[in-house]
């Protein structure tokens, strides 16, 4: 460690000895490794967007309700109307942002609830001061407002424009385009990544596969529902919102009530009718169930359940069916996978739009940010090819590696220099991946062939459910390698 005395003293951990001791002064950062010079010089352009800074501080502050608010959209209700007079902030929850000093510190507000007329002492303390620029987590909030802005529909974590959705009809998917950014700081100053991403939904709901379930296995619709709905991602159209199904209840239907937040018992058929004027056609449909869990770092609370109306819900991804369809992936290759012009065009896209859109540019200027009009451009340098070497015959261990930096084919297809076998492992699975683990075995024997790696027969172990804790309790026991299908 570095000591008060200005030296650094470094101790042999094996013999206790202590070296010489060495000043500071002495010491020297290494420098910056130089450019390389091999190869051929090529301008290229970058998917970062560099950011733009004026001199602006901003507070932080740490807030707390008394009596507490569990609710984090109400906790932001309740402190919105006191900051109409700032002129940017942004609040997590716990954790307040401000371009202007708040009055007092500590300072407290008084607000009552709507419903209730409760009134809740909102208390705030200033805890750092800080310029904008070290506030890259604050900087990344930012932008995903801007995002909202242009009227992007948040999936997950990610924001999707549906006024530009791709429609597959063939396939009944449809295609969400959006933008994935992060800001960072790197050498040429602070950048803002942008990649372009698609959502996958198919056009059909939970409630046309059910029927078309029905139709083709009329004595195995529990069955067979439960293999293709449970453990995959649904969407609700009328709020954008994604849930894992986790169940299907089929005792259960629309026309099941439930209590509201003022203790009313109300059916989900006029739940909806009332909330977002949705007829329900088929009231005798079983229900979705999705369990929710506390976000990280969030107590563990009595658990809560949410249930969702299969006509009313889309799914998301591919089934196991229409995965393995090579024209359907063929299909939405031809729509996702972007060429270098078109990627670059998708993101010159994002920026016009950002200009184009008056909210978006006013959320920027309240913290005194702007981007650049156009993506990064670096010289960059295309080396030589490189030979990759492998084991088996001499004329097939030299491959040279081709222009994209790619030898993928040659690694699947070449055996290694010392090829490692696989004597003795398990296979962790619940009954309904019966046939994921068939395929895997199958891909694992098939691969392992032209790798000359020796692979032994699994040891097969099904679980009959797929509880976190059933598996920790078998992982505990194995002494081999596994893999665990889930």
Not at 31 to 44: E, V
Not at 50 to 73: E, I, L, M
Not at 127 to 143: A, D, V, Y
Not at 146 to 167: C, E, F, I, Q, T
Request: include cysteine; glycine fraction near 6%; aromatic fraction near 8%.
């Amino acid at each position: 460690g570095v000591g008060g005395g200005g030296g650094v003293r470094e101790r042999d951990g094996a013999a206790g000895m202590a070296t010489a001791s060495v000043e500071l002064s002495d010491l020297s950062l290494p420098d910056r490794p130089s450019y390389a010079t091999d190869g051929d010089k090529i301008p290229i352009i970058t998917n970062y967007i560099k950011v733009q800074f004026a001199d602006t501080d901003v507070y932080q502050y740490h807030v707390v309700y008394d009596p507490p608010v569990d609710s984090k959209f109400l906790r932001h209700k309740l402190l919105e109307p006191h900051l109409v007079n700032n002129r940017a902030w942004r609040f997590d929850g716990a954790i307040l942002f401000t371009s202007q000093k708040l009055p007092g510190d500590p300072g407290f507000f008084t607000t009552t609830k709507q419903n209730t007329d409760e009134e809740i002492v909102v208390r705030y303390q200033l805890t750092k001061t800080l310029p904008i620029e070290q506030c890259i987590p604050l900087l990344n909030i930012i932008f995903k407002t801007v995002l909202s802005k242009l009227k992007y529909a948040r999936l997950g974590k990610n924001l999707y424009d549906p006024k530009r959705s791709v429609h597959i009809p063939q396939h009944k998917l449809e295609l969400w385009p959006g933008y994935v950014t992060s800001v960072s700081q790197l050498d040429g100053g602070f950048m803002l990544q942008t990649n372009v991403s698609h959502k996958m939904l198919r056009t059909d709901t939970v409630m046309d596969m059910l029927l078309e379930i029905h139709k083709n296995s009329p004595n195995s619709v529990q069955t067979i529902a439960t293999k293709e709905i449970v453990g995959h991602v649904v969407m609700t159209r009328y709020n954008n919102q994604t849930y894992r199904v986790d169940d299907i209840v089929w005792d259960e239907s629309p026309r099941s009530t439930f209590c509201d937040r003022r203790g009313n018992k109300i059916s989900y058929i006029e739940y909806y009718k009332d909330h977002y004027d949705i007829v329900i056609t088929d009231c005798s449909q079983p229900l979705l169930l999705h369990r929710m869990k506390p976000k990280r770092g969030q107590p563990v609370q009595e658990e809560r359940l949410t249930y969702l109306i299969p006509e009313l819900c889309a799914m998301t991804g591919l089934s196991e069916s229409t995965y393995g369809d090579f024209m359907v992936r063929k299909d939405i290759v031809a729509h996702t996978r972007l060429d270098p012009r078109d990627r670059v065009k998708a993101i010159k896209g994002f920026i016009a739009n950002v200009r184009e859109s008056q909210e978006a540019t006013d959320e920027l200027k309240r913290w005194n940010l702007q981007i650049d009009d156009e993506t990064l451009q670096v010289e960059a340098r295309r080396l030589k090819p490189e030979h990759v070497i492998f084991g088996g015959p001499t004329s097939q261990s030299n491959v040279m590696v081709n222009e994209r930096a790619d030898f993928s084919q040659a690694a699947g297809n070449c055996a290694p220099i010392t090829p490692v076998s696989i004597d003795n492992w398990l296979l962790i699975y619940t009954s309904r991946d019966q046939n994921k683990v068939r395929d895997l075995v199958s891909c694992m024997r098939e691969a392992s062939r032209k790798l000359g790696m020796r692979v032994a027969e699994a040891v097969a172990l099904p679980l009959r459910d797929d509880r976190t804790e059933t598996y920790i309790r078998l992982v505990n026991r194995a002494n081999s390698v596994w893999f665990c299908i889930r």
